[in-house]
């Protein structure tokens, strides 16, 4: 089966980045570790996740509901530097 | 079989478990250092002591009815102690040339590796997953007691003194962009994370600790 590469964005690849730091973070720090608003972050997170780089655990209690942990793609994604889809 | 008989079994059959968690736990300290606690608070880790303990009596007992051993004490130490060399390593009992397109020996062993590798990788996702979760539940606590900017205060401070320019001027970048945070309830916990990577760990206990909320 070919591999597809993903259109990954600089910002998409330092969320990546900073969830395999931190091996799995909640939307309000990932956005405090990349110097963004919480807001600006949800929906980039929502995407990777749609696309399968991140996963999701819910929390059952709390304000903030989702943990995102890298998924085994999204782990290669995170160690590539500057991926582009033109490579 | 009388009870006594079976005591004569089981006993040695329970130090080979118990000696089996021995390399368990020393693997566990190796790959996650000082968060295994959070390990230990993950059913997958307890699995891995589960899976360790049984598999290790199973091979006992396989050895005693098989073979019937006369020193079953001698056994269960030899079981217990070289048992975790076949979880743990790809043994091939046929081996296949490896071509490309068969790049995976014919190994049982080396299947039971794979998957105990998995094993230790979920058990790593489950406690990075429980640490994420405990800070931010602490944060969220700071948050909800102390409110952002008496928190904000209090790290400034602390970034104020800490000695690498590097280091001031990264945690300086996150505590601003924490304050900007425009939600009131987001920013409360931003800056309550900024705090738990900046404070002591001492500071945080006795602000989750104080009745009064921290002054403006």
Known sequence: MAEETLRLGTDDQELLEQVQVLGAATAIELAVKTLRQPDEVRPKLEWLYQAGLLKVRHRNKGYERNIYLLTPEGRQYATRVNRRIDE | ?216
């Open chain 2, 1 to 216: 079989m009388l009870p006594s008989q079976a005591l004569n079994v089981l006993g040695p059959g329970m130090l080979a478990a118990v000696l089996a968690l021995i390399p368990a736990l020393v693997e566990l300290l190796r790959t996650f250092g000082r968060h295994v606690r959070f390990v230990l608070r993950s059913s997958v880790g307890w699995g891995i002591f589960a899976l360790n303990a049984g598999a290790a009596l199973v091979t006992y007992l396989a050895i005693h009815f098989l073979f019937g051993t006369s020193n079953d004490w001698l056994t269960a130490v030899i079981v217990g102690l070289t048992f975790p060399t076949l979880l743990r390593s790809p043994l091939t009992y046929i081996k296949g040339v490896e071509t490309p397109d068969a790049e995976f020996t014919e190994s049982a062993l080396h299947v039971l590796a794979n998957l105990y590798d998995q094993l230790l990788r979920l058990a790593r996702e489950d406690a990075d997953a429980i640490q994420a979760n405990e800070r931010v539940e602490i944060a969220e606590r700071l948050a909800q007691k102390h409110g952002a900017a008496p928190l904000a205060r209090q790290v400034q401070w602390r970034i104020n003194a800490l000695a690498d320019e590097t280091v001031r001027t990264r945690r300086q970048q996150e505590l601003d962009q924490a304050l900007v945070v425009s939600d009131e309830q987001d920013r409360g916990v931003a800056v309550a994370l900024v705090a738990l990577d900046v404070m002591p760990h001492s500071t945080i206990q006795e602000w989750l600790r104080r009745r009064k909320p921290l002054e403006e």
